[in-house]
C-alpha cells in the first residue's frame, strides 16, 4: 500500500543522508623534471569509491586525468598518490574529486605547479628523424634557431621567435645534424639528432 511505499522513501532517505563526506586532509603536488606527483591524505572516507584526479590549464575547465579506487579500511587516515607523466611546460592546476556511494562529489583545493624560472628544458624529438623533427622549450620560452649538417652547412634557419618548432626534414640527406637555439635570453642551447 502507499504508506509502505512511504515509509520505504523515508528510509533510503535516511540511508543516504548518514554517508559521510570524505575530509580533505592535506593535498600536495610537487613537479620533476620527467612528471608531477600529487600526494593526498582523507579522512571519514570509509563511504568514497573513488577519486578522480583533475587537471586544467586555466583553473576553470578540469578534465580526468585518471582515478583511484578508495581504500575500505578501518585506519582513521588514508593517503594516496598519483603521478601524472607529463612535463610541467606551463602553468597547470591540479584538483581531487571524491565520489561517494550515493554519488555525490567533494573536491579538494587546488593546487597550481609552474615550471622552475631557472629549469629550463629544451625537448626535441624524435631521434632518430624520418620525415619531422619537432623542437619545444619549457614555460614557453622563445628562441630561434638553426640546423647544421655535419659538414656545417646551415640546412634550416628560423629567425622567428618561438617556443615551438616543426621542423621538415624527409628532403634532408641521411646523416647527423646539430640544432642551435638562440634563447631569447641571450644562451645558446643545442642538440644533436640522425636523420634516416
Not at 45 to 71: H, M
Not at 80 to 99: A, G, L, M, N, Q
Not at 164 to 172: A, F, M
Not at 174 to 180: I, S
Request: glycine share 6%; net charge positive.
Amino acid at each position: 500500500n502507499y504508506n509502505d511505499v512511504s515509509a520505504l522513501g523515508a528510509m533510503a532517505t535516511v540511508q543516504e543522508s548518514s554517508l559521510l563526506a570524505v575530509k580533505f586532509l592535506s593535498f600536495e603536488a610537487s613537479a620533476s623534471a620527467n612528471f608531477a606527483m600529487l600526494q593526498w591524505s582523507v579522512a571519514d572516507a570509509r563511504d568514497s569509491q573513488f577519486y578522480n584526479i583533475e587537471k586544467s590549464e586555466d583553473g576553470l575547465i578540469y578534465q580526468s586525468i585518471g582515478s583511484l579506487p578508495s581504500r575500505q579500511t578501518l585506519t582513521p587516515t588514508q593517503k594516496y598518490s598519483f603521478k601524472d607523466p607529463t612535463i610541467i611546460t606551463r602553468t597547470v592546476y591540479y584538483r581531487i574529486s571524491s565520489v561517494d556511494k550515493a554519488g555525490r562529489i567533494n573536491y579538494s583545493p587546488v593546487r597550481t605547479l609552474q615550471p622552475a624560472p631557472g629549469d629550463l628544458q629544451i625537448l626535441t624529438y624524435p631521434n632518430p628523424a624520418t620525415s619531422v623533427y619537432y623542437i619545444r622549450s619549457t614555460g614557453g620560452r622563445l628562441f630561434t634557431s638553426e640546423i647544421f649538417h655535419s659538414t656545417g652547412a646551415v640546412v634550416f634557419s628560423s629567425p622567428f621567435l618561438t617556443s615551438n618548432l616543426s621542423v621538415p626534414v624527409s628532403h634532408l640527406p641521411c646523416g647527423t645534424y646539430v640544432v642551435r637555439l638562440n634563447m631569447q635570453d641571450g644562451t645558446i642551447r643545442t642538440a644533436r639528432f640522425l636523420k634516416l
